[in-house]
């Protein structure tokens, strides 16, 4: 986006906002990332070796692409908090932050004297969010944590995948992003609870991966507390709907089939030319239907296969039930669905030329976010950072520099 541009756009909803990125990896730096999209001024702090991301996964003229997701819309120094004057220039960045955001061990951060209470001290409205795999307290509190160990202790690996198959986890990071996501608006919240309700004051946000993951698995605590079952693996089944699963047409394309309400499993029977089954006693709600999958797979997966997925995808628009080709990226880049939200930006990068990522999402009619540049080169912004907003000079830069402090 051009300067020109930049300025004709209205101020976005997080305008002004000052966030301290001293996470590494996922779940810490993608809160980050999100407040950036939506304005937030955000500077990411990283260790002058570089964050680990920088060398993370694919890579194109030695950037790597995560990096250049999840590092989009910030502002990029180096930092070494081992070092007395290391902690002391974040201190003296803290002292007008909105938001600080980290992701060390449990008293990594008291041992650098940058723990919340230090930080309080010298700026009571800092809102401090602290991303761990099992949280500040606990027997598992000193544990390392990443998100796959949150997707297996979460009972998420038990439950994907298919009856005859193993645990499955997921080929994503799951539950750092779930966990980004909690964090984000666990963040605004407290930002609102300071500004909205006029406390002035900031808060400690404890916030582990394992549990907003936990969290978005549904009600089977409940399920094993009240009912005494624990969910098996179903594949693409899901144990409390039905009809719903995966099928394939006659020319080899997966689709993906739901109708959890009753007024679309039976426009679904009508398609297929099974109305006599919807006057079944069974069909009338879901613990009915689940208990029948195997025959309504057995009549939808061979009516489905019967026909191309164009015929498929047609007859089920024209019938309004809820069917939908399974995607790849390729196919993706293609739906005009997509194009047609913008859901996929075309950006121009000095390093990479132009690219396609994921835009901002959601879109707000009066204060949209929108894609300033991906993430910068390593101490892209020390200057801008310690000389024009914190008022060192450049000598004091370039010894730093030398010492190995930034």
């Known amino acids: 986006m051009s300067d020109r541009d930049e300025k004709s756009l209205p101020p976005a909803p997080l305008h002004g906002l000052k966030v301290l990125d001293v996470a590494t990896l996922f779940a810490g730096p993608v809160i980050a990332t999100l407040m950036a999209d939506f304005g937030a001024d955000v500077i990411k702090v990283e260790h002058p070796r ?26 990029c120094i180096t930092l070494d908090l081992n070092r007395p004057r290391g902690q002391d220039l974040l201190k003296e960045l803290a002292a007008d932050a ?23 001290a010298i700026n009571p409205r800092l809102i401090m969010v602290r991303v761990t795999g099992f949280g500040q307290d606990g027997p598992y509190r000193d544990r390392p944590g990443f998100g796959t160990l949150a997707e297996a202790m979460s009972g998420f690996a038990e439950i994907n995948g298919y009856p005859d198959g193993p645990p499955t986890l997921p080929t994503l990071a799951l539950a750092d992003v779930v966990c980004a996501l909690f964090g984000t608006f666990a963040s605004m919240f407290a930002l609102y609870h300071r500004d909205a309700r006029g406390t002035g004051q900031g808060q400690l946000v404890d916030l582990s ?11 089977q605590a409940l399920v094993y507390d009240q009912l005494g079952i624990v969910q098996d693996r179903t594949g693409n089944r899901a144990p409390f709907a039905a009809p719903r699963n995966a099928y394939r047409s006659r020319d080899g394309r997966w689709l993906a089939l739901s109708a959890s309400a009753q007024s679309i499993a039976e426009r679904v029977m009508r398609l297929v030319g099974r109305e006599d089954v919807i006057a079944e006693p069974w069909f009338r709600n879901h613990t009915g239907r689940v208990a029948h999958a195997d025959e309504l797979d057995e009549i939808i997966g061979g009516w489905i296969g019967e026909r191309s997925s164009e015929e498929v995808l047609q007859a089920f628009e024209e019938f309004q039930a809820a069917i939908a080709p399974i995607y790849s990226i390729a196919d993706i880049m293609l739906d005009p669905q997509y194009r047609a939200r913008g859901t996929i930006a075309t950006h121009v990068d000095p390093r990479l030329g132009p690219v396609k990522i994921q835009n901002v999402i959601p879109r707000l009619s009066a204060t949209p976010g929108r ?13 801008d950072i310690y000389v024009e907003r914190l008022g060192y000079t450049e000598s004091d830069l370039a010894a730093w520099k030398t010492e190995g402090i930034v």
């Open 50 to 75: 570089g964050d680990a991301l920088r060398g993370f996964g694919w890579q194109k003229n030695g950037l790597s692409l995560w990096w250049a997701l999840i590092g989009r819309n910030k502002r």
């Open 371 to 383: 894609l300033r540049h991906l993430g910068p080169d390593l101490g892209a912004h020390n200057r």
């Open 209 to 219: 991966i394992y549990e907003p993951f936990f969290w978005i698995l549904g009600p």
């Open 98 to 120: 909105d938001v600080l955001i980290e992701n060390f061990r449990p008293g990594t951060m008291e041992h650098w004297g940058l723990g919340y209470e230090d930080l309080r």
